[in-house]
């Protein structure tokens, strides 16, 4: 599958106008990364239907349509923010936990362990009792079969994979809970008036879009950064009590402001619903029904605030046995096939991910993506709208594009590489060099308003 294939596919899954395509330009092809799996595609692809669809929204608000440009080598530079990006000339802290990373088990498989929040790898070490050394962790582990360890972690909260063949996975009650949704979903959840994607002067796209990100690591503050870097009013919301990690609060806090609400307290559950009552875009990606559970389920959104886009972000799925399974990126990649399948094309003894984020990036993409097709949707026909992605959706689309026998054999692409795909800002933080919006815009060039600041800098309230 080519790029432009992919974003044809993506185009007509979201039901949008085919005639827009023609204003869209995708440069290179895989192999771009060393995968056997088209990373290329399936950044070039998500990023260019987002900035499509941003396109579509400047038209629908000036009647003014303008070109949108995208090169794979670019899309790639983005999809990997994280690794380039650099605070103060030097390297941010470090993303993962020692613990973090694959294990032989006793019956000869291997087990991922998540454990770059603190109480997931208490929780892991109190499973395995041993102390957090990861020698200690390899030996407590080869006295444990795989698929009952995987099952143990999985029951206690935890975050963890067993290691998988795409085999394995599709025979799963999981994998076929997925292969029966589509890649995405753009559901009607209610009626209301026709009403513009944002207010004011449509200098940007999204001018005037106000838009409440309730995601923490990568896919949803992706999301979430992407309408930003198209001119929406982003404020994040954390629970003054979550773990975050640091790098990724200033890769993905670009272009928003950022409040704390301790969603626990009557009082702020309150102030939430005061702020989701004028938000335009309600953005989440906690497990499903855990917002439900404080009252902020969709159709409850949509009667607060009809005409209200609520985005929803799983890890593997509203649907199936795993729908409430803790997961991250590299998790879904462990356990349906794709750490497999990259370490048998390359040869190497234990698993072996991708060379990025690419769910959490694509995903992140595509419910910006899926976000703003409903916004444009409102604005021709009305209605209160529910966009739902997971990172397993979004694998196994990657995985139906096919491989490249060989592109594991391609050279990694080092940092100096990289230099003209970066950008810089002095922020609160010191002076930070990150990846740069991908997507070339003839009218309305894609740029962050604001620099990333500190959880909890601003107030939980919306600026006039």
């Not at 694959?102 to 109190?126: E, I, S």
């Not at 870097?229 to 950022?258: E, F, M």
Request: glycine share 10%; with cysteine.
């Amino acid at each position: 599958m080519t790029p432009l294939l992919a974003l044809d596919h993506l185009w007509s899954v979201a039901g949008c106008d085919p005639a827009l395509l023609d204003y869209m330009s995708i440069e290179g092809d895989d192999p771009a990364l060393p995968s056997v799996f088209r990373v290329g595609t399936l950044a070039s692809a998500s990023i260019a239907a987002m900035a499509l669809a941003a396109a579509d929204c400047f038209r629908l608000r000036t009647g003014r349509m303008q070109h949108v440009d995208v090169s794979v080598r670019r899309a790639l530079i983005a999809f990997r923010s994280e690794r380039y990006l650099r605070v103060n000339d030097g390297l941010p802290p470090e993303l993962r936990h020692p613990v973090t990373g694959f294990y032989a088990t006793r019956d000869g498989r291997w087990v991922q362990l998540h454990t770059n929040f603190p109480h997931h790898l208490h929780g892991v070490l109190k499973v395995l009792g041993c102390d957090a050394d990861p020698g200690a962790v390899a030996e407590a582990i080869r006295g444990w079969d795989g698929a009952q360890l995987d099952q143990t972690l999985a029951d206690a909260g935890l975050c963890a994979a067993l290691i998988r063949s795409p085999r394995e996975w599709a025979a799963l009650d999981q994998a076929k809970a997925i292969a029966n949704l589509p890649l995405f979903e753009i559901e009607r959840i209610g009626d209301a008036p026709p009403e513009a994607p944002g207010r004011g002067d449509a200098l940007r796209p999204l001018s005037g879009t106000r838009v409440l990100d309730l995601s923490r690591i990568i896919a949803g503050p992706v999301a979430g950064r992407a309408l930003a870097q198209h001119g929406a009013d982003v404020l994040l919301i954390n629970g003054p009590h979550l773990p975050n990690i640091a790098p990724l609060v200033i890769d993905n806090g670009r272009g928003k402001r950022s409040a704390t609400l301790d969603l626990r307290d009557a009082a702020a559950r309150g102030q939430l619903q005061a702020l989701a009552a004028q938000a335009d875009v309600f953005l989440q990606a906690y497990r499903p029904g855990s917002l439900a559970a404080r009252g902020f389920d969709p159709e409850t959104l949509a009667r607060l605030r009809p005409g209200i886009v609520c985005v929803s972000i799983s890890a593997y799925g509203h649907a199936g046995p795993w729908a409430m399974r803790r997961g991250f990126d590299s998790l879904v990649q462990s356990a349906s096939g794709i750490a497999y399948t990259e370490s048998r094309a390359a040869g190497v003894d234990g698993p072996k991910h991708l060379p990025c984020q690419a769910l959490d990036h694509a995903t992140g993409y595509l419910a910006a993506f899926g976000a703003m097709v409903a916004l444009a949707r409102r604005a021709q026909e009305g209605g209160s709208w529910h966009v739902r992605l997971s990172l397993a959706q979004t694998g196994r689309w990657l995985q139906s594009m096919g491989q490249i026998e060989a592109g594991w054999r391609l050279p990694d692409v080092r940092y100096d590489d990289v230099q003209d795909g970066l950008h810089e800002v002095d922020s609160p933080f010191g002076r930070v060099r990150a990846a740069a919006p991908a997507e070339r815009m003839s009218q309305t060039p894609a740029f962050y308003a604001r620099p990333p600041a500190p959880i909890g800098s601003d107030a939980p309230r919306w600026e006039d």
